[in-house]
């Protein structure tokens, strides 16, 4: 096993190969070079961004139809209603048709064979569409799963469908690290975690089997705290996550100080299959260590790896707390072939690495070959925050949470803070 290290922490880059399960674990490289602003926000060379629309609502989660209007999943409603549709009818790069339908809030969206699917915080929908992607009755979805777990943190239910016939739902747990006083400053784990048998995990599902619930559904991954970015890789059939690591490992002042907890439990990409378990909330995973350790609440010390040997192991660990809220595998024909089948995640800032400052706010790169990742993930579009340091999330004037790719390839990053949808495109010299 070899390790590069390059810098500090948050700009280092780390490479490991485990020969073994062939894991690949790669840390931060450092912002690209040759960066340019645009609407705002710094790209690579022979990037440009635009915005093509603003203030539309807190907007989540994003889909581009075949014909390049974008429906938009809101997290709170305007005017009663929760899905955008939004279209620039002039081609001047602005949205100057918007309609609007769904009374419910929620995250996930995506367009699969003639449907679009849509969730709240406790149910599925499918809207059937005509032949350019646009619903047909926006009052009458079907109700395809209902009764989710819908708890006070990580009510929100991200989806994404295969080729088979199947939708993944995201069911994030409703608990930290499943304490018995939750975020309870020494509090014991509960053992075993009870949530884990509807929550913190993925469940696959009939994407066409009307007001289906647990008992129907398949848990298809567990020991996953929240999953807001998935995607389906089409290039190997796989589906790949990005979990948010968990919080407040200083609750543990013996083992942990809140610098600590700022740096160490990483934000964990996964390449997994039916029956998988990512070891949440047993096991976190270590960026300073490089490896998988036993959580406080079950009798970890920041060294112990009880537990912990048989679980999932990412094959990418990010910077602890930047809150990943959209994972993008690339497959456009606009953007240089470094970025073919490549993964956009979007990072949204979190809140936990107080007094430190916080980290995430950008689009990231990483390059895969084969369905594996084959080199240092980078930042791709920095800038969104609009300020150069963000001590709080509230300091941040925009956040990036959603990502979707248009028919010409072009990249759309969504904002939730005031509503911005952002486009960027590639042109070559």
């Known amino acids: 096993m070899r390790k590069y290290f390059f810098g500090p922490l948050l700009f280092m ?71 955008l549709l939004v279209k620039d009818t002039d081609g001047d790069g602005k949205i100057d048709d918007i309609k609007s339908f769904g009374n419910y809030i929620g995250t996930g969206i995506t367009i699969k064979d003639g449907y679009l699917y849509a969730s709240s ?52 747990s409703p608990l930290n690290s499943c304490q018995e006083i939750d975020r309870g400053v020494g509090s014991k784990g509960k053992d075993p975690c009870p949530v884990l048998d509807s929550a913190g995990g993925i469940w696959q599902f009939r994407a066409d089997k009307i007001n289906q619930t647990y008992k129907e559904g398949i848990g298809y991954a567990t020991g996953l705290r929240n999953v807001m970015g998935l995607d389906w890789n089409y290039q190997i059939n796989e589906l790949f996550v990005i979990q948010h690591g968990r919080d407040q490992l200083d609750m543990f002042p013996e083992y942990f ?77 606009m953007f240089p072939d470094k970025y073919k089948n490549g993964a956009f995640v979007a990072f949204h800032g979190s809140w936990n690495r107080s007094p430190e400052k916080q980290e995430g706010y950008y689009v990231a790169f990483v390059p895969f070959k084969d369905g594996k990742p084959s080199g240092p993930w980078e930042i791709f579009a920095d800038g969104f925050a609009g300020v150069e340091i963000v001590m709080s999330p509230k300091q941040a004037q925009h956040r990036p949470c959603g990502l979707a790719q248009g028919p010409d390839g072009a990249l759309y990053v969504s904002d939730d803070v005031k509503g911005t949808i952002y486009k960027i495109v590639y042109k070559s010299n």
Not at 300 to 325: L, M, S, Y
């Open 13 to 83: 880059t780390v490479l490991i190969i485990n020969p073994v399960n062939d894991l690949l674990i790669l840390q931060r490289n450092k912002k690209p070079s040759g960066v340019t602003e645009n609407a705002g926000l710094k790209l690579p060379a022979g990037f440009s961004a635009s915005v093509l629309a603003d203030s539309v609502g807190r907007a989540r989660h994003i889909v581009v139809t075949k014909k390049g209007a974008l429906y938009i999943k809101l997290s709170k409603l305007i005017n009663g209603k929760g899905i």
């Open 121 to 172: 915080n406790d149910e599925v929908f499918r809207y059937a569409l005509d032949e350019n992607e646009e619903v047909i009755k926006p009052d009458s979805p079907e109700k395809i799963i209902t009764g989710l777990i819908n708890g006070r943190q990580h009510n929100t239910k991200s989806l994404v469908l295969d080729d088979k016939g199947y939708i993944y739902v995201n069911i994030g």
């Open 257 to 333: 100080n809140a610098k600590q907890n700022a740096d160490i439990p990483a934000e964990e990409m996964f390449m997994i299959k039916k029956g998988a378990n990512c070891g949440w909330p047993y096991c976190y995973f270590d960026v300073q260590q490089n490896k998988k350790v036993l959580a406080p609440e079950y009798g970890g010390d920041g060294k112990k790896t009880t537990r912990c040997e048989g679980v999932e192991q990412p094959i990418v660990a990010f910077p602890a707390h930047v809150a990943p809220n959209a994972l993008l595998f690339y497959t456009g024909s």
